[in-house]
């Protein structure tokens, strides 16, 4: 933990210029940091690496005791590596089907900084939705907490007592789900540039990447049941 925090530090400085300017603009900015960039990997890589560190760093107290947080984020780190790797590979074979010009290394760093920014958000929200729950009832927020769903009389009777928690937990989940629809599409037309596409063939390739996402998504939280007895692990 010690050795991820100095991490953190030691890049803050260059990190937040580089964060602000591409939620900021998201396009340019990273078209900019990607064109003729040398050392372009690795900068989009030590960004994509401090945001993922902040957010588990961020999620650390939701470990319970005894859980190793070494262990539990190796293997996050893993999987998110995997991911990261699968998809720039799965979106540079869709746009090279419609006719894309693009590199394997350019599509990848324009991935690394699409999703850093929205990673970030939705481990903010979600502590924040497990802090709603807890306020009600801590037990149904460990639920929560560990991927699990909840039965349809704790979810009653949680709407019943606490009306108002439950409007807002219900309101940051379609949060969630908006502003991180919103920011791929916005996002999605640096793909567009990258490999020189028309509009049409780039949504063709969105849809793609879109439906291999859901079924990836499925597959991981198998893999993370597998890895975490059952549960899904508490850093994500």
Known sequence: MKDLVEFILKGLRGYLPVLVSVVGTPKRSILKLITNEPDKLNKALIFCGISIAIGFVFQAPLLKAGQDFVIIAGSM???????L??????????????????????????????ISPVYLFLIITHVISIGILSTYDPE?????????SL????????????????????????????????????????YRIIHQVSLARS??????????????????????????????????
């Open 151 to 190: 039965t349809p009389a704790q979810l009653q009777n949680f709407i019943n007592a606490a009306p108002l928690s439950a409007v807002s937990l219900i309101v940051l989940r379609l949060f969630q789900f908006l502003i991180s629809i919103i920011w791929f599409i916005i996002c999605w037309g640096t």
């Open 140 to 148: 149904l927020a460990t639920i929560w907490r560990s991927g699990q």
């Open 85 to 114: 790797l699968t998809f720039a590979g799965v979106i540079l074979l869709g746009f090279k089907l419609v006719g894309g010009k693009g590199d394997f290394e350019t599509t990848l760093c324009a991935g690394l900084y699409i």
């Open 203 to 236: 949504v063709l390739v969105y849809f793609i990447a879109t439906f291999t996402w859901y079924v990836y998504w499925a597959l991981t939280v198998v893999m993370m049941r597998g890895l975490h007895n059952g549960a899904l692990s508490p850093i994500g």
């Open 77 to 83: 780190l893993a999987l998110k590596i995997f991911a």
